[in-house]
């Protein structure tokens, strides 16, 4: 019964940065896989980036150089720093978890996900 919290989303400018913070409640934080989804109105939600538990990152094309994603297994945190944000980064935010071994490889798929915090809005004014 894992729970997410995301924060940190805003109302930002062209090429602004922002950091977005994941807080989870899970027991085993340091064994699970995260990733960062987020949905535009109207379209599908949409992978971003993930980080396994040994800390190893994959990135979607779209925000490859852009955004980074990191974790604090000792407070139990996932972050997001994204930086030159465009308009079309507009959208809900949304952490997610599972679990995961050791030796898990980059879960970039809804499905594959066990839990999800409410969302974050981030807005891109040009």
């Known amino acids: 019964q894992v729970q997410l919290r995301e924060s940190g989303g805003g109302v930002v400018q062209a090429g602004d940065s922002l950091r977005l913070s994941c807080a989870s409640s899970?027991?085993?934080?340091?064994?699970?896989?995260l990733g960062w989804f987020r949905q535009a109105p109207g379209k599908e939600r949409e992978f971003l980036a993930t980080?396994?538990?040994?800390?190893?990152?994959h990135y979607a094309d779209s925000v490859k150089g852009r955004f980074t994603i990191s974790r604090d297994n000792a407070k139990r945190l996932v972050y997001l720093q994204m930086d030159s944000l465009k308009p079309e980064d507009t959208a809900v935010y949304y952490c997610s978890s599972r679990d995961a071994i050791l030796t898990a490889p980059y879960y970039t798929t809804i499905n594959d996900y066990s839990y999800w915090g409410q969302g974050t809005q981030v807005t891109v004014s040009s």
């Open positions: 899970g027991r085993t934080f340091n064994r699970d896989s």
């Open positions: 980080i396994t538990r040994t800390g190893s990152t």
